[in-house]
């Protein structure tokens, strides 16, 4: 007999999810200011999907618990329904995206970490909340694999789904890198309309801004 039963465990680390992503949103970081917000970071569109697949997996083991010795037929559908869609979540997005996020991010840390994790960050996160973000995740879904018995979808349809995330997260980081681009962009037409005025009436004059703007503009 196990220690300590699966669904209380489903319970702690969903608890425990929770409680990192409200310490994340928190923080306040200029990167969160920006376009996307934290959304555009795979860290954390990894901790909700961890949040919401251990969610289904509480809900799943309460909707067992009520339905158990009841012999109504629709809440045994309604219980399959929610098994199902628990074990393609695992299949799909949990445990690839999960492993992905935090191998990639220990990998690129290790060889340098100012690639994915400056030493800036260090003033904003601190360790415990990094590693909740990028350690943590793999133990907890493999006691979700070790504990509980999944029904995954067949090779073909897994790959697809996987294959749909991964391209609909690529054409986002497109997005809003192209959105930043028209931000700069923005920025420097706006200047330029600025000193327009300016370089009209002193052709031959150095513009009073270059100490506050950088290399004046031709």
Not at 82 to 108: C, E, K, Q
Not at 155 to 182: D, P, Q
Request: with cysteine; hydrophobic share 45%; charged share 20%.
């Amino acid at each position: 007999m196990a220690l300590v039963p699966c669904q209380v465990l489903r319970a702690a680390i969903l608890l425990s999810y929770c409680s990192i992503l409200c310490n994340y949103k928190a923080i306040d970081m200029p990167a969160h200011q920006t376009y996307g917000g934290s959304w555009k970071f795979l860290t954390f569109i990894d901790l909700v999907i961890q949040a919401v697949f251990f969610g289904i997996c509480v809900l799943t083991d309460l909707s067992s618990l009520l339905t158990r010795g009841n012999d109504s037929q629709e809440q045994e559908r309604q219980l399959k329904k929610l098994i199902s869609l628990r074990d393609w979540m695992m299949a799909v997005l949990a445990f690839p995206v999960g492993v992905f996020v935090v191998t990639m991010f220990w990998s690129i840390y290790i060889y340098d970490r100012e690639l994915v994790y400056p030493k800036l960050l260090d003033n904003f996160i601190p360790a415990w909340l990094n590693h909740g973000m990028h350690t943590t995740v793999l133990p907890f879904v493999l006691i979700e694999m070790r504990t509980t018995h999944h029904q995954y979808p067949s090779r073909s349809c897994g790959l697809a789904a996987v294959c749909t995330f991964a391209v609909g997260y690529i054409l986002w980081y497109r997005r809003r890198k192209r959105k930043a681009e028209i931000g700069v962009n923005n920025k420097r037409q706006h200047r330029r309309l600025f000193m327009a005025p300016w370089k009209i009436s002193h052709p031959q004059q150095r513009s009073p801004w270059r100490g506050i703007f950088g290399k004046e503009e031709v």
